[in-house]
């Protein structure tokens, strides 16, 4: 059973810091992403990556605050710098087997960790 486990959530004061890691149980995946979900919304993409060749997309709310990285193929995180109260919402890793989708839709990706939970208070 293919899995992703995130973990690095938590509570930070706005302007403050936090990195998300996600440790994924196969490394054939051609694009990993990082989502987060708002009350009666759909995920919305933060960040993405492209496994093979490195090519990153982000969401412009957090260009130049955000940095999505990966360590093989199996392991992606997410700094997040200058955190603002609305980047609040529950955080979730995803990755797929199709690089054809846009990165940062939710409907191009079909495997999902369970979430972590972020926080920011002004």
């Known amino acids: 059973q293919v899995r992703l486990v995130e973990s690095g959530g938590g509570s930070v004061r706005a302007g403050g810091s936090l990195r998300l890691s996600c440790v994924a149980s196969?490394?054939?995946?051609?694009?990993m992403a990082w989502f987060r979900q708002f009350p009666g919304k759909d995920p919305e993409g933060v960040a993405a990556?492209?496994?093979?060749?490195?090519?990153k997309r982000y969401v412009d709310s957090v260009k130049g605050r955000f940095t999505i990285s990966q360590e093989g193929a199996n392991n992606l995180y997410l700094q997040m710098n200058s955190l603002k109260v609305e980047d609040s919402a529950m955080y979730y890793c995803?990755?797929?087997?199709?690089?054809?989708?846009?990165?940062?839709?939710?409907?191009?990706?079909?495997?999902w960790g369970q979430g972590t939970q972020v926080t920011v208070s002004s």
């Open positions: 995803a990755a797929s087997l199709d690089s054809a989708a846009w990165p940062l839709s939710h409907e191009g990706y079909n495997v």
């Open positions: 196969r490394s054939n995946f051609l694009k």
């Open positions: 990556v492209y496994v093979r060749g490195g090519e």
